[in-house]
């Protein structure tokens, strides 16, 4: 079995964030971590090649500097690890960067993909979904758990207050929450094996089956009006009421948000 895992450097908002004068987010002048969602998607990937045998191949479009995290993801356990960089595909939004993964997967053999249910960076949750309509798959969002039965994959996908089991004939595509499970650390011997294996690099050139239209700023229909790293928050709702009102209210509105 294969596996294709899609992850993401995205900034570590410890380290605060900067913008480009359009608008995009500085990536080069930022700290930066594997995104939360993606790495319980690895981890995921690694379960299922000790439990069923598999080869788990990680892929990234970012920078050069994105490097680190497929040689974190290899320190992980992961096999092979793909960057797909090009100037031409800097400021991509949702569409032009599921446009690009697309075009990268359209060169590998895979019976599951797996990526994080939304990035930290745009919260969108748009990519995976996308990929897997670029690509003709069946997907399976907000993943909790996930196995193996013969040539299908079974996953149990989040909702508030309860779960839906699905089943879907491979190839397929999950995307995975953060909650998933609790991923592994690196080991040392790991670290020393991570740098010692090439990482493939793809530009442009190796993208199947795409037009440039599509790709980069330029091929991105969303556009930035205006950015900042500071937002205001809302006042919230507020309510005076006497104690026992107050325990029917917070009552009700925990039922609502299906907390109980």
Not at 41 to 47: I, P, Q, S, T
Not at 67 to 90: F, P, Q, S, W
Request: aromatic fraction near 6%.
């Amino acid at each position: 079995m294969n596996i294709v895992v899609c992850i993401k450097q995205v900034p570590d908002t410890k380290g605060g964030v900067k913008f480009n004068p359009d608008g995009t987010l500085d990536r080069a002048a930022m700290l930066t971590i594997m995104n939360p969602d993606d790495k319980a998607g690895l981890e995921a990937a690694l379960r299922l090649k000790e439990q069923y045998g598999a080869e788990v191949t990680v892929l990234t479009m970012g920078l050069p500097k994105a490097d680190e995290v497929l040689r974190e993801a290899m320190a992980m356990g992961a096999d092979k690890g793909i960057l797909v960089t090009d100037r031409v595909l800097g400021g991509a939004d949702t569409w032009a960067t599921s446009t690009t993964i697309a075009g990268a997967l359209r060169n590998l053999d895979y019976d599951l993909i797996i990526t994080g249910r939304q990035a930290i960076d745009g919260d969108t949750a748009q990519v995976g979904p996308q990929i897997a309509e670029h690509l003709g798959l069946p997907v399976i969002s907000y993943a909790q758990d996930i196995k193996i039965d013969g040539e299908y994959v079974v996953v149990q996908r989040q909702y508030e207050d309860r779960y839906h089991e699905l089943k879907a004939k491979m190839p397929c595509l999950i995307t995975a929450l953060s909650e998933l499970n609790q991923p592994r650390y690196m080991t040392p011997g790991g670290i020393f094996d991570a740098y010692d294996k090439e990482v493939t690099v793809w530009g442009r050139a190796d993208l199947k089956d795409v037009d440039d239209s599509d790709l980069g700023l330029k091929g991105s229909p969303t556009k930035i009006a205006k950015a900042s790293d500071k937002v205001r928050k809302g006042a919230g709702e507020k309510v005076v009421l006497d104690p026992d009102e107050s325990v029917t209210y917070l009552i009700g509105k925990f039922k609502e948000k299906h907390i109980i």
